[in-house]
């Protein structure tokens, strides 16, 4: 996926000379092209998050289009005033694209884990927050959102679904409807692959959302009579769901504890109940229970 | 004393006295750079938005009053719209919003933002090949902050020449974490380094117009809190953020020079 992004950017700049990389030492092989193409508008500046943050929020007050990109815990977790304030309260912009999402490094460890990013970013006032799940949803969102001028923020996913939806920013997607169903399951990202799976066959309701915010309220609003569980390996869905619809929600993914194993994604998200099984087996019991 | 930087200290009294708000000492520290700052850079008070201006940013966003003042008597407002200093719905809060007020590059008040928010600026500049400045005034005691240093390493090594940095030497962690050889320290961050006494409003300004060589330039100014006023200066730490009474307020502009 992260070659997509590659290709994405390549092609914006070539018809945006405002489009300017700033990486965190990371992707710099990958982008060579596009620094061998465009080098002064492509900088590998260090591995300083907090500078990085604020010199792309600078460079988007004076009608740049900075790209920062670096792993997502330490482009959100680390840096997150500087996102907040050089971003967001000043007004200036900047797109912020991360890799690493959630398990994506599931062998690194829980210091390269990031299940907190969408929130984080998500309650920032100003702040659009896109989880793309495949290449599609990822060129699409970025094409629309990065010269907007409003502080942006991307997740590259390791993995995709195959689902091919509609994509446009801040609509959510009926992936399934059942009018007698009184259950709507909602998810974000990648994992839409396995929720979609455990729920096939099932009397339920599947939403899918690739932008977390601005969440689209008035999808949302159609199943407010409905339990709504939110499944998801990442914080940031639930609550925007759980601030938007006055509806009984539950939410399936990130237990209060560190995951301190390594291994693969599907390794962790097997652990967390997050597979295909694992999540078939939490929307039988809310079925059953409703 | 400068007639102009005696002027904004007296503002800078009046107002604090009548808002109840203000770091007089850390305000005062700063006047000569802020007055250098305005005199050299390119900017027009009539068209604050020109693009042809240079950018100066306040990155100690505790000394807002200071800026609100130097702002005013250049011409950007009247100094009477700032009496309404950090109150309910006032443009001019205790630090600077620059979404609110006219002529302030950006919003600044936890510190170590503004040196890298400089750097990009810089580093956008040079992208469009313009001829244009950053001026960012940092504090010492701002230089607490890692990022500070992170965003100097980055300017050092993007050759950042067309970025300013005017260092507070005003000593403000003396009783925490000194930042002591400073200009060993800029200079070993391969920033060119000069010294000179930050209230000496003609030093500040021949360090301020040399002309570009390769390197971000940092103008260590070693200042007072307070300078000005004996008082201030003399009790420094317990004027930190206090409003004069209107019987200190005779004391303390009589005792500016």
């Known amino acids: ?290 | 004393m400068d007639t102009l930087c005696k002027t904004v200290r007296q503002d800078i009294l009046h107002i604090s006295q009548h808002s109840g708000h203000g770091h007089i000492p850390t305000c005062f520290s700063v006047i000569e750079m802020l007055r250098s700052v305005y005199a050299t850079m390119r900017h027009d008070c009539a068209n604050p938005q020109c693009d042809e201006r240079d950018i100066f940013i306040l990155s100690k966003g505790h000394a807002a009053l200071a800026h609100y003042c130097m702002l005013a008597r250049s011409g950007y407002f009247p100094i009477e719209e700032v009496y309404g200093f950090g109150a309910f719905r006032s443009k001019f809060g205790c630090h600077a919003d620059r979404n609110s007020v006219t002529g302030v590059e950006w919003s600044t008040g936890s510190l170590g933002h503004g040196s890298g928010v400089a750097a990009g600026i810089a580093l956008t500049f040079k992208i469009k090949k313009s001829p244009r400045k950053v001026f960012v005034l940092i504090g010492d005691g701002e230089t607490n902050e890692g990022s500070v240093w992170e965003s100097l390493m980055v300017a050092a090594n993007l050759k950042l020449d067309n970025l300013y940095v005017l260092f507070d030497n005003n000593r403000s962690q003396s009783r925490c974490l000194p930042i002591t050889n400073a200009v060993e320290k800029f200079k070993a961050f391969d920033c060119e380094t000069f010294e000179v006494n930050g209230h000496d409003v003609d030093e500040i300004n021949a360090a301020l117009t040399t002309p570009p060589n390769g390197r971000p330039k940092v103008i260590v100014a070693n200042t007072e809190k307070g300078f000005g006023c004996k008082t201030l200066v003399e009790e420094v730490f317990s004027w930190h953020r206090r409003s004069p009474s209107k019987d200190e307020m005779e004391m303390l502009l009589g005792e500016l020079p």
């Open chain 1, 1 to 290: 996926m992260r070659n997509h992004f590659k290709d994405i950017v390549l092609k914006l700049a070539e018809k945006d000379e405002r489009v300017v990389l700033l990486l965190g030492d990371i992707s710099v092989y990958l982008l060579k092209n596009f620094s061998d193409r465009f080098p002064d508008r492509l900088y590998n500046a260090g591995i300083c998050e907090n500078t990085l943050v604020s010199m792309a929020a600078g460079m988007s007050s004076q009608g740049l289009h900075p790209f920062v990109h670096t792993i997502a815990p330490f482009i959100t977790e680390r840096c997150y005033e500087q996102v907040k304030l050089d971003m967001c309260y000043n007004r200036a912009g900047g797109n912020i694209v991360s890799c690493g999402g959630s398990f994506d490094y599931a062998w690194d460890g829980a210091t390269h884990h990031c299940y907190t990013d969408l929130e984080l970013m998500r309650m920032l006032p100003g702040m659009e927050v896109m989880q793309p799940g495949n290449k599609k949803e990822l060129g699409t969102l970025i094409e629309s959102q990065y010269a907007n001028g409003n502080a942006s923020y991307f997740r590259i996913p390791a993995d995709e679904h195959d689902l091919d939806l509609p994509v446009e920013f801040g609509k959510a997607n009926i992936v399934l409807h059942s009018d007698s169903a009184p259950l709507t399951i909602a998810t974000a990202g990648p994992i839409l692959k396995n929720v979609h799976e455990a729920c096939q066959e099932l009397d339920v309701n599947l939403l899918y959302f690739h932008t977390i915010k601005p969440l689209d309220a008035q999808v949302l609003s159609r199943y407010a009579e409905t339990q709504i569980l939110v499944v998801h390996d990442a914080f940031g869905l639930s609550e925007a769901i759980s601030s938007t619809i006055n509806a009984k929600v539950k939410y399936h993914g990130i237990p209060d504890k560190f995951c301190c194993y390594y291994g693969t994604l599907d390794d962790i998200r097997g652990l967390l109940g997050l597979d295909v099984e694992g999540i078939r087996k939490t929307i039988l019991k809310e079925l059953g229970e409703l």
